[in-house]
């Protein structure tokens, strides 16, 4: 079982709100990742988590704030997001973030800031 | 620093004809290479990986790629192109040793019935 999943699969919300997208996989897997996604656009890293304490940031804007409570789980905190932040949110896991294992991504998050 | 190029933005194949999508890439190690397929809406869905041993890598859906060192280039291809294949292909590469996969710009494929 390759599965990944990621609630919700919609969120629209203020630039005012405060809301979490939520990732969890059950393979045992200690890498974790956030993408980014625009239309027609490539995946764009944005934090790997590797045995649950992050390793990557690729210089993401405070108002996202990523949070690992637990191997299987990966949180992305969102607060005062700007429309320009509307994007697929898309989530992945690795066996091993040091090797040439395979990233398996969920299905994402389609959120839309207003 | 690692890259990919996809030089097709779309590639468009009759239903039943081979098929060809485009990837070369740079890295200063050895490379590991992936083929992504990303159905509208959906995530991206593993297709294959070449990581080391034979250069033609079989994958899902009866799709391969053939690695190819000299050129650094690792096109996906498949031999009999179905319209369900119509989707947006992604290729991408990760540097030995490196957490950060890079993906390519994408290559929208088309099969026309």
């Known amino acids: 079982d390759t599965e990944v999943t990621q609630t919700p699969k919609h969120l629209v919300m203020g630039m005012t709100n405060k809301k979490s997208l939520k990732c969890e996989q059950h393979m045992g897997h200690r890498a974790m990742y956030w993408y980014k996604q625009k239309a027609k656009k490539p995946p764009e890293l944005m934090f790997v988590?590797?045995?649950?304490?992050?390793?990557i940031n690729e210089s993401v804007p405070s108002r996202f704030s990523p949070e690992c409570p637990n191997s299987s789980l990966l949180n992305l905190h969102l607060h005062a997001l700007q429309p320009e932040d509307s994007a697929l949110y898309l989530c992945?896991?690795?066996?091993?973030?040091?090797?040439?294992?395979?990233?398996?991504f969920g299905p994402g998050t389609r959120l839309t800031v207003l | 620093a690692q890259s990919v190029a996809q030089p097709e933005d779309q590639v468009n194949v009759a239903e039943g004809n081979p098929l060809t999508v485009k990837c070369t890439y740079s890295v200063s190690g050895n490379p590991y290479l992936f083929w992504y397929v990303q159905y509208p809406n959906r995530g991206l869905q593993f297709l294959l990986k070449y990581i080391t041993g034979d250069n033609l890598v079989k994958g899902s859906y009866g799709f391969e790629a053939e690695f190819n060192k000299s050129q650094t280039s690792f096109h996906l291809k498949k031999p009999s192109a179905l319209v369900s294949d119509s989707a947006l292909y992604f290729c991408?590469?990760?540097?030995?040793?490196?957490?950060?996969?890079?993906f390519g710009q994408g290559t929208r494929l088309t099969i026309n019935p």
């Open positions: 988590y590797s045995y649950e304490k992050l390793s």
């Open positions: 991408a590469v990760r540097d030995a040793g490196a957490q950060k996969l890079v």
């Open positions: 992945a896991s690795s066996q091993d973030p040091a090797n040439t294992d395979t990233q398996y």
